[in-house]
């Protein structure tokens, strides 16, 4: 199994710019997460999703959108890129414990 | 301000001693907490968790006491490696919701050879 995998590992977008975050996991999790985390703090919930066709917001969703079409896959939209975005992004799938991607490195200049 | 946080953010060890990380939560009805070890450039690794209606639990070299008195959570590592050398983060989730997992900020780990 590869787990959880996100693509790109790393992007630097100018402001107002758009794009995606991809997240694939393949141990048929139900649940899967989108968490940012800031430079020497935490990690933050954006959205969550209980299964494909179900998504909900997290603590921080402003500038942000998810869809859950599969199980495998769940995807964060950024539609107009702002400095304040600039953050390391992950993903995350659970049945019980939380299993994390390796992190998407996104600077928004 | 955030309900669960950490009473240090750095601690530096001598390889071989244990280690304490402590953490400190505000929201009694949190009944699950995990302990996450993130190394650089990585992302979070589960360690441990435990429940509320426990007081301990042991791993692999590692253990978790809860204190529901005081709100308070500890991560204890025996016999410190450098391996272990890394970011963790304590969290803690209410009423079973999976999509209510609240980290703490973290205590950077440093072990001196």
């Known amino acids: 199994n590869a787990g959880v995998t996100q693509t790109p590992k790393f992007r630097i977008l100018k402001i107002g710019q758009s794009m995606t975050l991809q997240c694939t996991q393949d141990?048929?999790?139900?649940?899967m997460y989108w968490y940012r985390q800031d430079p020497g703090m935490g990690l933050k919930l954006i959205y969550y999703?209980?299964?494909?066709?179900?998504?909900d917001k997290g603590e921080v969703p402003n500038g942000y959108n998810v869809s859950r079409s599969t199980t495998e896959d769940f995807p964060l939209r950024l539609e107009l890129a702002a400095p304040s975005q600039t953050s390391v992004y992950f993903c995350a799938s659970s049945y019980n414990e939380q299993f994390f991607g390796p992190g998407t490195r996104l600077t928004v200049l | 301000g955030e309900s669960v946080g950490l009473h240090l953010p750095t601690l530096s060890v001598q390889e071989g001693d244990n280690s304490i990380i402590n953490c400190a939560y505000s929201n009694s009805a949190s009944d699950y907490f995990i302990w996450y070890k993130q190394e650089s450039g990585k992302g979070p690794q589960f360690i441990i968790d435990i429940r509320s209606n426990m007081d301990k639990r042991q791993g692999q070299r590692v253990t978790v006491l809860l204190n529901k008195t005081v709100k308070h959570l500890s991560l204890q590592i025996a016999a410190t490696q450098p391996g272990d050398s890394a970011v963790y983060f304590c969290?803690?989730?209410?009423?079973?919701?999976?999509?209510?997992?609240?980290f703490g900020k973290g205590t950077k780990l440093s072990v001196k050879p």
């Open positions: 969290a803690e989730q209410s009423g079973g919701s999976q999509g209510n997992l609240i």
């Open positions: 999703s209980v299964g494909a066709g179900i998504t």
């Open positions: 141990m048929n999790h139900n649940y």
